[in-house]
């Protein structure tokens, strides 16, 4: 049994199919019934002779040598037995054939999904060494995928339309809503690295009034000050830089029931106050929904009352009168 399983299954022989080094190449996909047919004609065994040893119908047998059929865990034992080439070489033949027939119809569906590709700051993703640049547009829709680490296009939209996300007005500037999703998406994976304690909104509010003297006079270490006392409230604090189309000063949101994120983008409405931004998202974190992503633009409008701007006029006002800053 040994002599057979290490000649069939060596470098040699070019019925084992290979991992392809580029995951969605096209090359012919070789059904492990290819293998079995090649066996069956060394030995000068029929395919009704070979289904009468394995125990299995000819039509079965006759299937799986055409790629119709699949091998079975219990099909791959009785061709062990029968050939003498083991049952873990043939199922490994027929994953690699089965996962290469799903890439493959990934791919052509991929094709069909130009226009969601090209929606995305591909470029921008690819220079900060966010997603691999590939030379296919399936290849690049699957770095896209695994950069918001869901399965599919069908589930990015059920990710992203899960959002509620509350953006504020701006003057004239419009935020691209897949530009949007990218810069949430780089906070969210930053963010991940920073291991937080449980939310309190006590230390929270301890850790806010001790920034609120620091930020006055703001020097180096302020802002990893910031980002320590934060993470021991349960808040992780980022700094991400805006991608073209999404020009954004800050977004606060909840990543859990017992995790917040406040993500720092560009310079903020009040240029002259650094730190205006940080306590405005602090103060969505503190007063409003857990279930809204605040969006701040940079260049928005005063809130002038009514439904969001609300909420938006309260974080001002908190954060203009917030103690010490």
């Not at 991992?19 to 009704?48: F, I």
């Not at 050939?83 to 094709?111: F, T």
């Not at 001002?316 to 010490?324: E, I, K, L």
Request: charged content about 25%; some cysteine; proline content about 7%.
């Amino acid at each position: 049994m040994d002599e057979h399983a290490g000649s069939d299954a060596g470098d040699g022989n070019p019925m084992i199919m290979r991992k392809a080094p580029n995951p969605y190449g096209l090359e012919p996909a070789v059904p492990p019934g290819h293998l079995l047919a090649t066996h069956l004609a060394g030995r000068e065994m029929s395919q009704a002779e070979c289904a009468r040893r394995c125990g299995r119908s000819a039509k079965l047998i006759s299937e799986i040598v055409s790629g119709k059929a699949p091998i079975q865990p219990e099909t791959a034992l009785q061709l062990e037995r029968v050939l003498g080439l083991r049952s873990d070489v043939w199922l490994g033949i027929e994953s690699e054939y089965r996962l290469l027939l799903a890439r493959r119809a990934d791919a052509a569906q991929a094709e069909t999904e130009r226009d969601w590709l090209a929606s995305f700051p591909v470029g921008e993703l690819i220079e900060r060494g966010m997603i691999e640049k590939r030379d296919s547009v399936a290849g690049t829709i699957d770095e896209l995928l695994a950069f918001f680490g869901v399965a599919s296009i069908r589930a990015w939209r059920d990710w992203y339309g899960s959002l509620r996300i509350v953006i504020r007005p701006t003057r004239g500037a419009h935020i691209h809503e897949f530009a949007l999703a990218s810069w949430l998406r780089l906070g969210e994976i930053e963010s991940g690295e920073i291991p937080c304690a449980e939310y309190s909104a006590v230390r929270f509010r301890k850790a806010l009034t001790r920034l609120g003297a620091a930020a006055r006079r703001p020097k180096p270490g302020t802002w990893k000050l910031a980002q320590e006392l934060c993470q021991a409230a349960g808040v992780a604090l980022v700094k991400v830089e805006p991608l073209p189309r999404a020009p954004i000063a800050g977004t606060a949101r909840w990543l859990t029931p017992r995790k917040a994120l406040i993500q720092i983008g560009g310079g903020g409405r009040v240029p002259h106050r650094p730190w205006f931004m940080f306590f405005h998202e602090a103060a969505h974190l503190l007063l409003h929904s857990k279930k809204v992503v605040f969006v701040d633009p940079e260049g928005a409008v005063d809130a002038n009352g009514g439904g969001p701007a609300d909420v938006e006029a309260q974080a001002d006002a908190w954060a203009v009168g917030f103690p010490s800053h």
